[in-house]
């Protein structure tokens, strides 16, 4: 592995990462409708276990209101099913071949719990990176040891750089 394939490989793990948190900010109930918060509710229909988001259109026509139509009426009892038994804590309304998701206020205390979920999804965001650039450093100083074992010359991957810029989307991305 050259070094360019090391830092490569760095940057797309660290960047998965990002991703990857940035998509479960959004499946968090923050008291605003979003389409991420059940999109990924797997739904039993058709003998299979699938997205919500294959079998229905989702859409906010009202800051604090989900609307679930599915693509086919005969999967609206499976839909309101996972949708009840999912963890998002929210009633499903069934009007007809809709179904309706009302997002109720945030309290207090819930706000509070909110923050501190958020701050340590955050957290864990930054230990993958971290992980990501012990990694590379690892593998970093394994191809410094080959190159210098038969070059004779200095080289040095760091890291460091990458993992500053991808720790500071973590806090951004966080606040």
Do not use: C
């Amino acid at each position: 592995m050259s070094r360019d394939d090391v830092i490569l490989e760095a940057e797309v793990s660290m960047e998965k990462n990002l991703d990857y948190m940035t998509h479960e900010f959004a499946a968090v109930r923050t008291g605003k409708a979003s389409p991420g918060l059940v999109e990924n509710v797997d739904v039993q229909a058709y003998g299979s276990t699938m997205k919500l988001k294959q079998l229905a259109l989702i859409t906010t026509p009202e800051p604090r209101l989900l609307v679930v139509q599915p693509f086919d009426a005969g999967t609206v009892q499976e839909i309101e099913k996972a949708l009840r038994e999912s963890k998002i804590g929210i009633t499903p309304n069934v009007d007809g071949k809709i179904i309706r998701l009302p997002i109720p206020e945030l309290s207090e205390e819930r706000r509070k719990d909110l923050a501190r979920s958020l701050g340590k999804m955050a957290e864990e965001a930054r230990v993958r990176v971290r992980g990501n650039r012990r990694t590379a450093l690892d593998e970093a100083k394994s191809w410094f040891v080959r190159e210098l074992s038969y070059s004779g010359e200095l080289r040095i991957v760091l890291a460091e750089g990458i993992t500053a810029s991808e720790a500071h989307d973590v806090k951004f991305v966080f606040k």
